[in-house]
């Protein structure tokens, strides 16, 4: 069965400084989606990505998915406290033939002030 | 204001005792979910509905029971909940299976 792996599990950087997540699958990748968890709260949709190569941004936070549609990388510039949560990545379902999701164990993501 | 809602949000109960929380959205998605979310393990579909009458087993069903009679609506049973059960519960909706899902607030259950 498929399995994405997220590194790093957890990250603490100073307010202003560049992160990257990456996520990555045991499968080609079909479609890719980043969702942002704040603590205890249910997840926001951040951006899908279906084709290899292809590259999204919202304000500061710009996904990736590789050429081989392997692995996709999230990248935020100028990390803002408001940036923190854990990030997660999961994958679309029909890789699996069904409608099952599965997602990565999630990035938690604490800035500092 | 489109969005998901779970109840209840906090639940602490006994072994054995049967349970219910409920999940409606008010988009009429097709495409409904349940998730649990636990330390380390990330969040695991239980599982999910592509349309009224239509459910089907997520990658943890065991101990879980679901019914979609209506659209908007779908309720995650407990017949007879164990403390392994103990956890974060997740609803989603989606316009269709392929497409961006909406989350609810979550439910945390506690099994003594």
């Known amino acids: 069965s498929q399995e994405l792996e997220q590194s790093p599990q957890s990250l603490i950087v100073q307010e202003g400084k560049n992160l990257t997540i990456n996520c990555t699958s045991s499968k080609t990748l079909y479609g890719l989606y980043w969702y942002k968890q704040k603590y205890g709260e249910g997840l926001i949709f951040l951006m899908m990505l279906q084709k290899g190569g292809e590259e999204k941004s919202h304000e500061k936070i710009t996904a990736k998915l590789d050429e081989k549609k392997q692995q996709s990388s999230l990248h935020i510039t100028a990390s803002q406290p408001s940036h923190a949560g854990i990030y997660l990545c999961?994958?679309?379902?029909?890789?699996?033939?069904?409608?099952?999701?599965?997602f990565g164990t999630g990035t938690r993501l604490k800035v500092l002030a | 204001e489109a969005q998901v809602t779970q109840n209840p949000r906090y639940l602490i109960t006994v072994t054995g005792k049967k349970l219910t929380v409920t999940c409606s959205q008010n988009?009429?998605?097709?495409?409904m979910s349940w998730y649990r979310q636990d330390p380390g393990l990330g969040l695991r579909q239980i599982y999910y509905s592509m349309n009224v009458e239509v459910t089907d087993k997520g990658d943890v069903p065991e101990g879980y029971k679901v019914s979609r009679k209506e659209k908007r609506n779908f309720p995650l049973i407990l017949e007879s909940p164990s403390p392994n059960q103990t956890s974060l519960y997740f609803c989603?909706?989606?316009?269709?299976?392929?497409?961006?899902?909406?989350f609810g607030p979550g439910t945390r259950l506690t099994v003594l």
């Open positions: 999961g994958a679309d379902p029909t890789t699996s033939g069904t409608y099952k999701y599965i």
């Open positions: 989603a909706s989606s316009l269709q299976g392929l497409n961006e899902q909406f």
């Open positions: 988009m009429n998605h097709e495409y």
